[in-house]
């Protein structure tokens, strides 16, 4: 168990080296002991909490730990050393940043706090000594000149307006002036010319005397012209009639810190590998663009290369590595100085934001420059890498608009431009958008509506046309959604046939309608209606089909013909062998087969002498021409007489569907058609309504 401890005695080393530590060295190494402990608790967090971190950064300066490269030193420890000499599974690198950070911030924090309580007693002291009562003078101006000279902190006198009268050590160190230069200057030539003018207002106004004291991060400029970071407070002392007398300045040089502060932003921003922008630093961006108001619009284009894992896994990381830094930097160079940003948002993904837009056109010229920038193949390591990548593409108004919606479209349109082929992009489109949320909600909530019987099957009357005789009904299933109240199939048969989710719910038809119709036959006998059951293509590719429709039909003990299965032409031709014979094997056991929706699919009328079909159910698209309407195509009325005589050729019944009104029936008479189906006759309804159609 030596990596901690090993660790704790190099940081104590370290402590030693870099400021005057109190401590004897044993308790030094115990102290450190303890808060590696800290540290590594942090790095195993599932969630960092930076707040232990953070004290043990404040507790180095209470127990004076602290030199002047102190802080410097310890996070380089941290950074290098920590996970190599303690090691560990349970470690996580990628914490390691934070932790670092909440370290410094700690650290700075109280060693900020610890200036400015010195500060005070000095200010005290000066006040004491300007002011002090004559018995008290001496000695108080002695403690005064004592910690001027030896403080660590830079300390100034001046007049008011400015020109310097006396200062320390350690400020004419920190400025790299002598003492004697500094005497006499006054304090405007250390400033940068080009400060801001608001910098300057609070030492105008001090030098008033319009306020005593300020306090502020302060840029300053070195003799060698090198900027200096100090945190800098001014204090009045006043004569004995309240005008300005003095100013004390105490400056503390923070440029360390300043530049790490700055560094582990920077690292905090970046990714590493490509040196671009990384997630947090977009999101901020993004963020900022929403925030900032008014009425101008944003886009981005959030790009995936296409088949880079393919890229990574054949020809390693090494490659992998070189064509992310090759990529971003065509981004990259496709977007400087134009104020759009480029950010790596993760793995091979990556995003191009556009503030201040002038709409959809720029974004898609954009898209456009960058799949043709990515198109030329990249020469890595002897090969030439030839990559593509898919586009989302989002671009809108802030108004209305928040930054995490317009992230999750992104993701949403990417999606689509990946699904549309690749190597290209896609617009966001929100009824795309509203078609899929709906689909996917409606296809998630499915099996368990199979389930819990959320389903119910109505059925329309099937009718003899010669004498109106009720001979077969349709079963139709619907859906009693909850939430969505009832919705018909054309809302989620199709979808339920791309989920597959139509085998179990047509199974579940089948044998709700199976025991319907043996309810009726037991009641009716042989007046009972046939029962037609719409089956899927998806279905008939089913192996188990013939089986599963044969037992359910044997459960129900009915004799097969009283059921009879719908299948469209495409159905039935546009998969070859299986479903043929699927469909032979059924029609042996006796059941009868429908071709549904005939005249809208391919009609191939030879290869329909081949199947073992029952009944023909024509169209209802047909029903127009046949209405008494000047509009009424006369075409129709020709297909539907060569439909009808055909299919009798063949020794089909021919059903009408959708047949309406009076007219479309007479002629449908006229042709020959066998049976009919259709609001004229009935709307589906429950299975009651059938009953009182048989009764009556
Ligand atoms: P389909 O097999 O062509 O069923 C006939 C559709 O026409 C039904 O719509 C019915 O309500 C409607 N209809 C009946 N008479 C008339 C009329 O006079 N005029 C008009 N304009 N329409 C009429 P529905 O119930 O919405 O069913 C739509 C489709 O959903 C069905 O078309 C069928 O393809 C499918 N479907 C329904 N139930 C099932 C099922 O259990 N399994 C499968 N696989 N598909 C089903
Ligand atoms: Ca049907
Ligand atoms: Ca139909």
């Avoid at 168990?1 to 660790?7: N, Q, R, T, V």
């Amino acid at each position: 168990m030596g990596g901690p401890d090993a660790f704790a005695r190099m940081w104590a080393t370290v402590l030693t080296e870099t400021g005057y530590v109190a401590m004897d060295h044993r308790r030094l190494v115990d102290q450190v002991r303890e808060y590696t402990e800290v540290l590594l608790a942090g790095l195993r967090a599932d969630r960092f909490n930076p707040e232990p971190v953070e004290r043990i950064g404040a507790g180095m300066v209470a127990l004076r730990l602290a030199g002047a490269q102190t802080l410097g030193a310890s996070l380089q420890l941290i950074g290098a050393d920590l996970l190599r000499v303690v090691g560990g599974d349970d470690l996580r690198p990628e914490l390691l940043p934070a932790v670092q950070g909440a370290f410094a911030a700690g650290f700075a924090t109280a060693m900020r706090e610890k200036v400015f309580r010195d500060q005070e007693s000095i200010r005290r002291a000066a006040l004491e000594a300007r002011r002090g009562a004559e018995s008290a003078l001496m000695a108080s101006e002695a403690r005064f000149r004592a910690m001027f000279n030896q403080a660590a902190i830079g300390i100034a006198i001046a007049d008011p307006d400015g020109t310097l009268l006396e200062v320390n050590r350690a400020l004419s160190e920190m400025l790299g002036y002598r003492v004697d230069q500094l005497r006499g200057m006054n304090v405007t030539r250390l400033r940068f010319p080009d400060e801001p003018a608001a910098m300057r207002r609070p030492l105008e106004e001090i030098s008033t005397g319009a306020r005593d004291h300020y306090r502020m991060e302060r840029l300053l400029r070195r003799s060698d012209g090198t900027p200096l970071w100090t945190d800098l407070t001014v204090s009045l002392v006043r004569d004995a009639t309240g005008a300005p007398q003095y100013l004390v300045g105490m400056l503390e040089d923070i440029t360390d810190r300043h530049m790490l502060e700055e560094r582990l932003r920077h690292q905090a921003n970046h990714d590493p590998l490509t040196g671009l922008g990384n997630r947090a630093l977009f999101t901020e961006r993004l963020t900022a663009a929403f925030a900032r108001g008014g009425r101008h619009r944003v886009g981005l284009c959030y790009l995936d290369l296409d088949g880079f894992k393919v890229i990574n896994d054949s020809l390693g990381h090494d490659i992998g590595d070189d064509l992310l830094v090759a990529v971003a930097a065509r981004l990259d160079a496709l977007v400087t100085g134009t104020g759009r940003m480029v950010a790596r948002m993760g793995g091979d993904e990556f995003v191009v934001l556009v503030e201040d837009n002038s709409g959809r056109a720029e974004l898609v010229a954009l898209a456009e420059r960058i799949l043709s920038a990515l198109a030329e193949p990249v020469p890595i390591g002897g090969h030439r890498l030839a990559v593509s990548a898919s586009i989302g593409l989002v671009e809108r108004s802030v108004v209305g608009a928040t930054p995490a919606e317009t992230m999750r479209d992104a993701d949403v349109t990417l999606y689509w431009a990946k699904a549309d082929g690749k190597n290209r992009w896609a617009g966001y489109d929100p009824d795309r958008n509203a078609r899929e949320v709906a689909r996917f909600t409606l296809s998630a909530r499915m099996p368990a509506a199979v389930e819990s019987e959320e389903f119910y099957v109505d059925y329309q009357p099937i009718v003899r046309l010669s004498d109106g005789e009720l001979v077969g009904v349709e079963a139709l299933v619907r859906w009693a959604h909850p939430e969505f109240g009832r919705l018909g199939p054309d809302q989620f048969i199709g979808l339920a046939e791309e989920t597959g989710l139509i085998v179990p719910l047509g199974r579940w038809v089948l044998r709700e309608a199976t025991r319907q119709a043996r309810r009726w036959h037991d009641t009716y006998g042989d007046r009972a209606p046939v029962v037609s059951v719409n089956l899927a293509a998806r279905q008939t590719e089913e192996p188990t089909l013939v089986a599963d429709v044969a037992t359910i039909i044997r459960a129900a003990n009915l004799p097969p013909s009283s059921i009879q299965l719908e299948l469209t032409e495409s159905a039935i031709m546009n998969t070859t062998g299986g479903p043929l014979r699927t469909l032979r094997e059924l029609a042996d056991m006796g059941i009868r087969i429908a071709i549904d929706d005939f005249g809208t699919g391919y009609s191939n009328l030879a290869y329909l002498r081949h199947l073992p079909v029952h009944a023909i159910k024509l169209a209802g698209s047909f029903m127009e021409g046949l209405r008494d309407s000047p509009t009424a195509d006369p075409a129709d009325a020709q297909i539907v007489t060569t439909l009808v005589t055909l299919s009798h050729a063949l020794g089909h019944v021919v059903i009408a569907e959708g047949v309406e009104d009076p007219e479309q029936a007479d002629r449908l008479r006229e042709f020959g058609c066998d049976n009919a189906q259709g609001w004229l006759f009935a709307k589906p309804g429950r299975p009651e309504e059938i009953e009182r159609w048989l009764e009556k």
